[in-house]
């Protein structure tokens, strides 16, 4: 069983899991990051916890700075060997928007070897998903889809026009942490500036 949530969810369900995976901001002092999960009581599941931003591409110059830490291959690798150990797993980030569903997908691909029905069987189980592009295009190239992978979900990224300001949105929180101008986020050169 895999399930999918963001973080109050997970909070209050995380007991009923033998594995759990977080992805949460990494701490880089400044910014930090506001909640997490953690197991205070013994006995606890399993938990694996994965620290990258949700951003689906480098921020261009001069926004990106080498501390806006990504999701790197070990990450998707570290996810996958955990996912084989459990039964009953809980992949969880702030929003279960983003971050978790492209760890999901990514476990998902790896189980059912196709990705058509990786995605689907994905967004039966959570909907409001838009997975990461970053996690998704290394997933693709670790598991040796060759484009595939990617491209089912652009082709269903782009079906779905809402998709782009769900995005959109689950970025905002990053840009206004980070400073950066709206007009990056938005690609526009004339929207304000957040900070």
């Given at each position: 069983?895999?399930?999918?949530?963001?973080?109050?969810?997970?909070?209050?369900?995380?007991?009923?899991?033998?594995?759990?995976?977080?992805?949460?901001?990494?701490?880089?002092?400044?910014?930090?990051?506001?909640g997490s999960l953690r197991f205070h009581r013994k006995p606890?599941?399993?938990?694996?916890i994965l620290r990258f931003f949700d951003l689906d591409y480098?921020?261009?110059?001069?926004?990106?700075?080498?501390?806006?830490?990504?999701?790197?291959?070990?990450?998707?690798?570290?996810?996958?060997?955990?996912?084989?150990?459990?039964?009953?797993?809980l992949v969880h980030c702030k929003a279960g928007v983003a971050?978790?569903?492209?760890?999901?997908?990514?476990?998902?691909?790896?189980?059912?070897?196709?990705?058509?029905?990786?995605?689907?069987?994905?967004?039966?189980?959570?909907?409001?998903?838009?997975?990461?592009?970053?996690?998704?295009?290394?997933?693709?190239?670790?598991?040796?889809?060759?484009?595939?992978?990617?491209?089912?979900?652009?082709?269903?990224?782009?079906?779905?026009?809402?998709?782009?300001?769900?995005?959109?949105?689950?970025?905002?929180?990053?840009?206004?942490?980070?400073?950066?101008?709206?007009?990056?986020?938005?690609?526009?050169?004339?929207?304000?500036?957040?900070?």
């Open positions: 069983m895999l399930v999918v949530s963001g973080l109050n969810w997970a909070r209050r369900h995380k007991r009923d899991f033998d594995g759990v995976i977080t992805i949460e901001d990494p701490d880089i002092g400044f910014h930090g990051y506001i606890a599941p399993d938990h694996l480098p921020l261009p110059a001069p926004h990106h700075q080498p501390w806006m830490h990504m999701a790197m291959p070990d990450d998707i690798e570290r996810a996958l060997a955990f996912a084989k150990q459990h039964d009953k797993l971050r978790s569903t492209g760890l999901a997908l990514a476990i998902l691909i790896e189980q059912l070897h196709d990705p058509d029905l990786a995605l689907s069987t994905l967004l039966e189980l959570q909907p409001i998903a838009v997975p990461n592009l970053h996690v998704v295009a290394l997933t693709d190239e670790l598991l040796g889809y060759d484009g595939r992978l990617r491209g089912v979900v652009d082709v269903w990224d782009q079906s779905l026009p809402g998709n782009a300001r769900r995005r959109m949105l689950c970025r905002m929180a990053h840009f206004y942490a980070f400073g950066i101008p709206i007009s990056v986020a938005h690609g526009r050169s004339d929207a304000p500036a957040v900070i």
